[in-house]
């Protein structure tokens, strides 16, 4: 029996799947190992590849087995499917595994840090509250519609609305119907606070960090789309070119090409939907400057001119990928556009 020298792990919530092979390819374990000993069976491994698919709880195994000596490989598990064999369990699972890991075709994930980690745990966790922020305004605007009472959209027709819930002297609204609202409106309240306070560390940590700081330099990035930046990808060099990256975000049309004919459709949506939401509002902050006082950017003003502004804001949020893949892999600072002169 040959030593083991890559090794498919699938990983669950209490019992895991190894599959290793030899260099010559022969199986040389297949076994279920419980989570408590599995830092025990890896440290008595000699070093190997461990292939791992990304997903929940794989950068903390990554990193486990990482400081035990192994090198460790993390693939979408989409791009691991097409080596998966017959039917789906376990050991399939772990054998297809073991097989994707040593394409030389292969993308992989960059192991996240614990620092960033928690950074996206914040991002994560103020999504979630906004998302629940968001779902309590639609409920008070719609029992409140059901009773003749019609707001202006946004938060400032929220904010009115709550100022007539908390009025009890306001008679238009039903005294059971009050008792309902002003739940609503609690909860509206207790959840504005502590989006706060969460958007106050995520302030905290760009601050603290370098990187955060020079992507806020780009228009159309602030703290909030830097630090989610700078926690989602890691590692920027992992990335052959801006396009690269954008492509990863979902900011590149979507591809049916076929007999040497091009078929360019939507964008392909394909990738990190948080990151591509976060620069796309963005890009629509920029564009809605740029309309109110101008912009340096005569492409983009020539582009508006032509194409919908939501098609503009895509492009545009393509853009600002790339500008930030530019900056971080070369360590530079971002640059205003210099002005053409006019022809005469």
């Known amino acids: 029996m040959g030593e083991v020298s890559t090794i498919g792990l699938d990983i669950a919530k209490s019992v895991f799947q190894v599959h290793g092979v030899a ?48 090198t460790v490989r993390l693939m979408p598990p989409s791009y691991v499917k097409a080596y998966l064999k017959r039917s789906k369990n376990d050991a399939n699972d772990a054998a297809a595994i073991c097989e994707a890991v040593t394409r030389p075709s292969m993308r992989f994930v960059s192991t996240k840090s614990e620092q960033q980690q928690s950074g996206l745990m914040l991002h994560r966790s103020r999504q979630l509250l906004v998302r629940q922020r968001t779902m309590l305004s639609n409920a008070i605007r719609g029992h409140l519609a059901e009773l003749g009472i019609i707001s202006a959209k946004g938060r400032n027709g929220t904010a009115k609305l709550l100022e007539l819930i908390a009025n009890e002297q306001d008679e238009c609204i039903p005294a059971a119907a009050r008792f309902s609202l002003d739940i609503l409106a609690r909860q509206y309240a207790a959840l504005t606070t502590e989006i706060g306070a969460i958007e106050k560390r995520i302030h905290a940590w760009h601050r603290s960090c370098e990187a955060s700081r020079r992507l806020e330099e780009i228009p159309g990035i602030g703290p909030i789309v830097a630090t989610a930046l700078v926690a989602e990808v890691g590692d920027w060099k992992v990335f052959s070119s801006g396009r690269s990256l954008a492509a990863w975000i979902g900011l590149v049309p979507r591809q ?42 005569l492409w983009l003003t020539h582009l508006m001119g032509r194409r919908p502004i939501k098609v503009a804001a895509v492009a ?16 530079e600072h971002f640059q205003e556009p210099k002005l053409l002169p006019a022809m005469a």
């Open 23 to 70: 260099v010559d390819g022969a199986v040389v374990i297949r076994k279920k190992i419980s989570r408590a000993k599995v830092l025990e069976f890896f440290a008595a491994l000699p070093p190997c590849l461990v292939g791992i698919e990304a997903c929940p709880s794989a950068h903390h195994w990554s990193r486990k087995l990482q400081a035990v000596g192994h």
């Open 256 to 297: 049916h090409s076929t007999g040497g004919k091009e078929r360019l459709g939507r964008i392909s949506k394909q990738g990190n939907r948080y990151l591509r939401w976060l620069l796309v509002a963005g890009a629509m902050a920029v564009i809605r400057y740029a309309r109110q006082h101008g912009t340096k950017r």
């Open 316 to 331: 545009l949020a393509n853009k600002i990928a790339r500008i930030a893949w530019a900056m971080m892999v070369r360590g």
